[in-house]
């Protein structure tokens, strides 16, 4: 991390941010940040299924330095992890996503945007500054004008203040539908068209090998396990379950494009987990939402704070001092009758 900050005594790890978080928050904005699908049966089980996993530790390694960088969009990370694209941020915090950006650049760390932004694109993008990747979550009912705008706002030294696309009027929940139209062969060859090459296109949302090979055939420079955070298919698989497949069916056509993940990662050891299950990179949006909600910028820091130290520990405890030697070696798998299996 760019920055050595004093420890926040009264938050020492996500789930204490969570409950910090709850108490800044009305009603409405905590069930829209924190709620999944109808029961919520995909949201619970994106995270405890990583308590499936366990870490193999190896001793006697020398592990004084430890390098916890990973690279994302030709970035060096200072951890594997980046600012999953989370919407309406301001209700979180007035500073909303500037606040987001600007703890992003402080720490070094990639930052994704929704589209249903409460600020605009150009002056986050202005908060990162110009050497600094950021990741636009866009959805293709969107016109032509936004990725023009994501363009021009990518280019050194430019800054347009004007207003996000957004609803008009008060800031409200359910805006949008997703277009059931969308295909493959049409849709994906438009975006890479209207993209390319100043922009990587990516697909978010893969959770089955069959379609991370659909997504490789179709040229897209990088895949996203999700589920969307548990927001859409009630009793979908959990992100951490579907990533060794995708993997494996990516690897096997091309090692060379890349596979993040997210969904459910409260932990450093959860991040260290999805990395050694094949993942390049993973993603985070909830915690960071709490981290807002908390402190602004400040908290956005904290947690990411957090998860730094703990990524970093795990790293030392299980023998390992490199993000990329982070394998299957270092994992085992819990089956339901409790017995401990090698990956």
Known sequence: MATKKTHDLRCLCIDHLEKLAAERMDKQTRDYYNEGADSGSSLAENKFAY???????????????????????????????????????????????????????????????????TTSLENVKSALGDSHPAMLQLYLFESRDLIARTKKAGQPGHHDGERWISPNGRITFHTHAPNPKLSWDRDIEWLKKECHPEMEVWVKGIATAEDAILAYRHGVDGTTVSNHGGRQLNGAIA????????????????????????????????????????????????????????????????????????????????????VEDISKEYLARISRDGFVSRL
């Open 51 to 117: 308590q499936k996993y366990r870490i193999r530790p190896r001793v006697l390694r020398d592990v004084s330095y430890i390098n916890t960088s990973a690279n994302a969009f030709s970035y060096m990370n200072s951890i594997p992890l980046g600012v999953a694209p989370t919407a309406m941020q301001c209700l979180a915090h007035p500073d909303g996503e500037l606040a987001t950006a600007r703890a992003c650049k402080e720490t070094g760390i990639v930052m994704g945007l929704r589209s249903f932004s």
């Open 239 to 322: 992100t951490i379950d579907a990533l060794p497949k995708v993997v494996e069916a990516v690897r096997a056509v091309n090692r060379k494009v890349p596979v993040h993940v997210d969904g459910g990662i409260r932990h450093g050891t959860d991040v260290v987990k999805a990395l050694a299950l094949g993942a390049d990179f993973v993603w985070i949006g909830r915690s960071v939402l709490w981290g807002l909600a908390y402190k602004g910028q400040e908290g956005v820091e904290l947690c990411l704070r957090l998860l730094n130290d703990e990524i970093r520990l795990c790293m030392a405890l299980a023998g390992v001092t490199k």
